[in-house]
């Protein structure tokens, strides 16, 4: 049971260019959602999914897009990176918005 | 902003010490939950505590919740090495659909 797993675990990209990162679970989970963490602020919501189909906005969601076309895939996109946007990404999944959160091991980003 | 805050930002105690960590919240929650995050790993599970029960305990585990005072407090008692972690509360605020996360408190145990 692999649980959350996120793919790129590392990437570099230059100032303007374009990325998705991808999250796939095999829990079945309803809930999907994407944090960004840097020093000192903890995690941040970016934007989260209720189910196959939807999406919504958290605390943090300019400059980035997600879609969720299939229940176990919640993809992140950047479309034009900036420095700002350099850090610690993580994934999580949970069968109810009420229960506990499946992570993945994180994406690091960074933006030159 | 930020829904959770943990207090304090940073706790270092000794090997076999206890370690007290707290969270105050903004707006009503469901439930509040903690985590705790290793160097360079995602988050992992450890409490869940709904907003209708006052303590819980898991192992050396004890999770307090204040719905008055919008507060809960996590014990982890006779404090290991291994225990060496940044930990965080999280919660669900009632109608809102989603998990928010405080800031944290990065513990170190001393050998």
Redesign the interface.
Known sequence: NAG?TQTPKFRVLKTGQSMTLLCAQDMNHE?M?W?RQDP??????IH?S?GEGTT?K??VPDGYNVSRLKKQNFLLGLESAAPSQTSVY?C?S?YE??????????TRLTVV | ??QGEEDPQALSIQEGENATMNCSYKTSI??L?W?RQNS??????LI?IRSNEREKHSGRLRVTLDTSKKSSSLLITASRAADTASY?C?T?RQG?????????TRLTINP
């Open positions: 959350v809930y959602y944090y000192g602020m903890g995690l941040r919501l989260y209720v919504a958290g605390e993580f999580a949970s918005g009420e229960t506990e959160a499946f992570f993945g091991q994180g | 902003s930020q469901n439930n939950q985590y360079g790993r995602g988050l992992v599970h869940l965080f999280a669900d809102a659909q989603k998990l928010v996360f405080g800031q944290g």
